[in-house]
């Protein structure tokens, strides 16, 4: 079965930081691509970053480009999502999700998720 587990959420004020990681298992990076999506309060999924490990190159929302970066250990199969400079609205549910995208940014092209952790940036 594959499984992905995101860890790392938590409660940090404006202008901070966290890392988020995303745990595979099950499945190969090597052909794959992983994701970040996040979920606002009352609000739909959306992509954040995501690395292609097959087809070579990462995706950033504008939203988030000089703030976040994504990284991997391929010999944990772990992805990782930096997060600074946080602002109010980079507040939700953060996802990871694996598959192979035609377009990283958009969440129905990934096949498999794992459960979010929440990040709450205080103002």
């Known amino acids: 079965d594959v499984q992905l587990q995101a860890f790392g959420g938590g409660l940090v004020q404006a202008g901070g930081s966290v890392i988020l990681a995303c745990t595979a298992s099950?499945?190969?990076?090597?052909?794959?691509?992983v994701g970040w999506f996040r979920q606002a309060p009352g609000k739909g999924r959306e992509g954040v970053s995501a690395?292609?490990?097959?087809?070579?190159?990462?995706y950033y929302a504008n939203s988030v480009k000089g703030r976040f970066t994504i990284s991997s250990d391929n010999s944990k199969s772990t992805v990782y999502l930096q997060m600074n400079s946080l602002k109010p609205e980079d507040t939700g549910v953060y996802y990871c999700?694996?598959?192979?995208?035609?377009?990283?940014?958009?969440?129905?092209?990934?096949?498999?998720w794992g459960h979010g952790t929440l990040v709450t940036v205080s103002s």
């Open positions: 999700a694996a598959g192979c995208p035609t377009i990283m940014a958009i969440d129905s092209e990934y096949d498999y």
């Open positions: 690395i292609n490990f097959s087809a070579g190159g990462n």
């Open positions: 099950g499945l190969v990076f090597a052909d794959k691509a």
